[in-house]
């Protein structure tokens, strides 16, 4: 039982450490708001977004999405466009009033944007399916259960981890300079997340 809860943990961390459009969000938005509640928005959307795809691929339901090609043309085209958005609504983020923080989200586009770049995020939700679904078919019962939960605690303490170092580089950013810098850097990567839907989007048409 400890294996299969040592293997989710691990499996769960390896799949989540790579820098993302989803974990550089959850980061920006730690480093914009001006306090850390405000970011507390964004950490459950994200949280609650990511246990729900790793119950689906667990409970084999998210399946259907690999086996019929029209939904995954309509997720990718969706993610695509959410994407490009979210790209250019932190590109053009700046700060506000001389104030050393960048103009942050309100909780309603936060969550907006942490469900689309979580549910919409297409490589996510394969590697989803692909490693966590699959990899959970060697454990049955409550040694399923315990894999189920490692993965879902490695992925809800990360993304709480990320939005207290996006708050501690807040703070110590006092000019304001530094966020500018991330906020390109984000919406960089988000592009390229994006750009690598397109690529994948254009080969299943």
């Not at 958005?85 to 009033?97: I, L």
């Not at 907006?112 to 590697?127: E, G, K, Q, T, Y």
Request: hydrophobic content about 55%; some cysteine.
């Amino acid at each position: 039982m400890l294996t299969a809860f040592l293997h989710g943990f691990i499996m769960a961390l390896g799949l989540i450490l790579p820098l993302g459009a989803q974990n550089v969000f959850i980061f920006n938005q730690g480093a914009s708001q001006r306090k850390f509640r405000g970011v507390i928005p964004v950490i459950i959307t994200a949280s609650i977004c990511d246990t729900l795809l790793i119950l689906l691929a667990v409970l084999g339901v998210s399946m259907i999405v690999l086996t019929v090609p029209i939904l995954q043309t309509i997720l990718f085209s969706i993610g695509l466009l959410f994407l490009l958005y979210m790209g250019w609504s932190v590109w053009k983020s700046s700060p506000t009033n001389g104030s050393q923080q960048t103009e942050a989200m309100s909780p309603k586009k936060q969550i907006m944007f942490a469900l689309s770049v979580s549910l919409l995020n297409p490589h996510a939700i394969l590697d989803t399916i692909g490693v966590i679904g699959t990899s959970s078919l060697n454990y049955i019962g409550s040694e399923k259960i315990l894999f189920t939960g490692a993965c879902i605690i490695v992925s809800c303490l990360w993304f709480l981890g990320l939005a207290i170092a996006g708050r501690a580089l807040g703070n110590f950013d006092k000019t304001g300079n530094f966020l500018k810098i991330i906020n390109k850097v984000s919406a960089i990567i988000i592009w390229c997340v994006a750009i690598y839907i397109a690529i994948e989007l254009y080969r299943m048409i």
